[in-house]
């Protein structure tokens, strides 16, 4: 017999009758002739009621069981007696597969994020994380979905790389070499030959396939070796890397405005369950948070009137605003959270606090660069339009300082047919945060990497 999902029995989307389900127990009360036992497979947030008598052979042994013991239950599926359940299953056959000791850590009580993340391990059992995996696995297939039904291809762009897109210097070294004391300097005699790094992100090689493709996006890991300890930056993380020819800064924010209004569309309709433990027990302010996104356009504010806006807000921030500096979260959160009270896109940044690829303004001083600021969360989305012209790509490559060997291929995509073209990265873990309301980058990924921070 076929085991079924807890999840498919309590949708009732047809009338089952002999059931066989496997899962874990949450909890597990006795009467003297009745065990009443709650089990969860984590196909969805509810458990299902188990009803075990006095009937079954191994009767003695179930009234031993505990929380955290792991079964497979054969009965049948009735409708149920009692409150807060409208099916449950008549056990007539319970096999034990493991019963767990006392030490179980995950108790019935409510225990903290901080205490969870200790048993990583163990974490996604707890109904807070088994919804919080569930959630980032769907949305993680909605965001294929968007692409590929608007006919984008998924290009997978390469984790290990020889050049810095961002140019911050954050990035992890790759070798084989066992470092001499003196450590390594002599990068001929390492794997690759050169230098090597795991990936800040898949841009410029995506740039390569839109300008083969047309329409592209890469979604997979990136690496940062930011050493701030704050919560919304692990040092890896998912990046969601759209690429578009033929297309400029304007309609770089209507695909970015359009695909986050889908994410946030399908998720409230189709993870509807595990989304509401997430407005009920952990943002009291998700619904409104997730309407602003949905209702309407976004903002759009140009970096010189953001500065202007910030200084006149009467606020005094933590860190100094003024024209040329980059924005911090607190200012970031201002904007989106109480001056605009939904998404504003920030755009034409300063050319100095921005990488080398954007496309210089014709005020020689700005580019065209757009983040998207959300309430919550701050930058969720950075992209820009890309410099297509190679005179003025190259001499902007001189000025940061780029070593022009690394990025010949680069350069030389802007020979043969150069075309404008745009794109943009949506942090997946900062889109999570979002929409579950949850803090800290910590409690969205499965084994978070954070500085200092390893474990499992
Ligand atoms: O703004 P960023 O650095 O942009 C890029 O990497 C571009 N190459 C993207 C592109 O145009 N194709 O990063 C994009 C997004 C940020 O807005 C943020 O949401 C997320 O990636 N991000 C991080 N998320 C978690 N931890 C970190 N350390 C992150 N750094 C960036
Ligand atoms: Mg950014």
Same mark, same amino acid.
């Given at each position: 017999?076929?085991?079924?999902?807890?999840?498919?029995?309590?949708?009732?989307?047809?009338?089952?009758?002999?059931?066989?389900?496997?899962?874990?127990?949450?909890?597990?009360?006795?009467?003297?002739?009745?065990?009443?036992?709650?089990?969860?497979?984590?196909?969805?947030?509810?458990?299902?009621?188990?009803?075990?008598?006095?009937?079954?052979?191994?009767?003695?042994?179930?009234?031993?069981?505990?929380?955290?013991?792991?079964?497979?239950?054969?009965?049948?599926?009735?409708?149920?007696?009692?409150?807060?359940?409208?099916?449950?299953?008549?056990?007539?056959?319970?096999?034990?597969?493991?019963?767990?000791?006392?030490?179980?850590?995950?108790?019935?009580?409510?225990?903290?994020?901080?205490?969870?993340?200790?048993?990583?391990?163990?974490?996604?059992?707890?109904?807070?994380?088994?919804?919080?995996?569930?959630?980032?696995?769907?949305?993680?297939?909605?965001?294929?979905?968007?692409?590929?039904?608007?006919?984008?291809?998924?290009?997978?762009?390469?984790?290990?790389?020889?050049?810095?897109?961002?140019?911050?210097?954050?990035?992890?070294?790759?070798?084989?070499?066992?470092?001499?004391?003196?450590?390594?300097?002599?990068?001929?005699?390492?794997?690759?030959?050169?230098?090597?790094?795991?990936?800040?992100?898949?841009?410029?090689?995506?740039?390569?396939?839109?300008?083969?493709?047309?329409?592209?996006?890469?979604?997979?890991?990136?690496?940062?070796?930011?050493?701030?300890?704050?919560?919304?930056?692990?040092?890896?993380?998912?990046?969601?890397?759209?690429?578009?020819?033929?297309?400029?800064?304007?309609?770089?924010?209507?695909?970015?405005?359009?695909?986050?209004?889908?994410?946030?569309?399908?998720?409230?309709?189709?993870?509807?369950?595990?989304?509401?433990?997430?407005?009920?027990?952990?943002?009291?302010?998700?619904?409104?948070?997730?309407?602003?996104?949905?209702?309407?356009?976004?903002?759009?504010?140009?970096?010189?009137?953001?500065?202007?806006?910030?200084?006149?807000?009467? =606020?005094? /921030?933590?860190?100094?605003?003024?024209? #040329?500096?980059? +924005?911090?979260? *607190?200012?970031?959160?201002? %904007?989106?959270?109480?001056?605009?009270?939904?998404?504003?896109?920030?755009?034409?940044?300063?050319?100095?606090?921005?990488?080398?690829?954007?496309?210089?303004?014709?005020?020689?001083?700005?580019?065209?660069?757009?983040?998207?600021?959300?309430?919550?969360?701050?930058?969720?989305?950075?992209?820009?339009?890309?410099?297509?012209?190679?005179?003025?790509?190259?001499?902007?490559?001189?000025?940061?300082?780029?070593?022009?060997?690394?990025?010949?291929?680069?350069?030389?995509? =802007?020979? /043969?047919?150069?075309?404008?073209?745009? #794109?943009?990265? +949506?942090?997946? *873990?900062?889109?999570?945060? %979002?929409?579950?309301?949850?803090?800290?980058?910590?409690?969205?990924?499965?084994?978070?990497?954070?500085?200092?921070?390893?474990?499992?």
């Amino acid at each position: 017999m076929i085991r079924t999902r807890i999840r498919d029995i309590l949708s009732q989307t047809q009338n089952w009758d002999d059931v066989l389900i496997k899962g874990w127990i949450r909890t597990i009360r006795h009467s003297k002739t009745f065990s009443f036992i709650e089990v969860n497979d984590g196909s969805c947030l509810k458990n299902i009621q188990v009803v075990a008598d006095e009937s079954l052979n191994n009767y003695s042994e179930i009234q031993s069981l505990t929380t955290g013991s792991s079964l497979s239950v054969r009965g049948n599926c009735v409708k149920s007696q009692g409150k807060g359940q409208d099916v449950e299953i008549q056990a007539g056959q319970i096999h034990i597969y493991q019963k767990a000791p006392e030490t179980y850590p995950l108790q019935k009580k409510r225990h903290s994020d901080e205490f969870l993340r200790t048993i990583a391990h163990l974490r996604p059992r707890s109904n807070k994380f088994g919804a919080m995996f569930r959630i980032r696995s769907r949305v993680s297939m909605m965001i294929h979905s968007y692409f590929q039904d608007k006919g984008f291809n998924y290009v997978h762009t390469p984790i290990i790389t020889g050049s810095d897109c961002e140019g911050a210097g954050e990035m992890f070294r790759v070798s084989n070499l066992n470092s001499s004391p003196s450590g390594i300097s002599d990068f001929s005699q390492d794997f690759f030959g050169k230098e090597t790094s795991l990936t800040v992100s898949g841009q410029l090689s995506a740039e390569m396939f839109a300008l083969s493709l047309g329409d592209v996006y890469t979604f997979g890991p990136t690496f940062r070796a930011e050493n701030s300890n704050t919560s919304r930056h692990a040092a890896e993380f998912w990046m969601v890397e759209p690429e578009m020819a033929f297309c400029d800064l304007n309609e770089n924010m209507d695909v970015a405005q359009d695909f986050l209004q889908y994410l946030v569309r399908q998720y409230m309709e189709r993870c509807s369950e595990d989304y509401s433990l997430f407005s009920n027990f952990v943002d009291k302010d998700l619904e409104m948070t997730l309407m602003s996104i949905v209702s309407g356009d976004f903002a759009r504010l140009s970096y010189t009137d953001a500065v202007e806006v910030l200084k006149n807000s009467g =606020r005094s /921030f933590q860190y100094p605003v003024s024209w #040329g500096l980059d +924005l911090q979260s *607190e200012h970031e959160r201002f %904007l989106a959270e109480e001056y605009f009270k939904k998404p504003v896109f920030i755009i034409h940044y300063p050319k100095t606090i921005k990488p080398f690829y954007m496309r210089l303004s014709d005020d020689q001083k700005t580019v065209a660069a757009m983040d998207l600021l959300v309430p919550k969360i701050g930058e969720l989305i950075g992209g820009s339009q890309r410099e297509e012209r190679p005179d003025i790509l190259e001499m902007r490559m001189r000025e940061m300082g780029l070593n022009m060997e690394d990025y010949w291929w680069y350069l030389d995509s =802007r020979k /043969f047919g150069s075309v404008p073209h745009s #794109g943009f990265g +949506l942090g997946f *873990e900062r889109l999570l945060m %979002l929409l579950t309301g949850v803090s800290n980058i910590r409690d969205v990924i499965p084994f978070p990497r954070t500085p200092g921070h390893i474990e499992f």
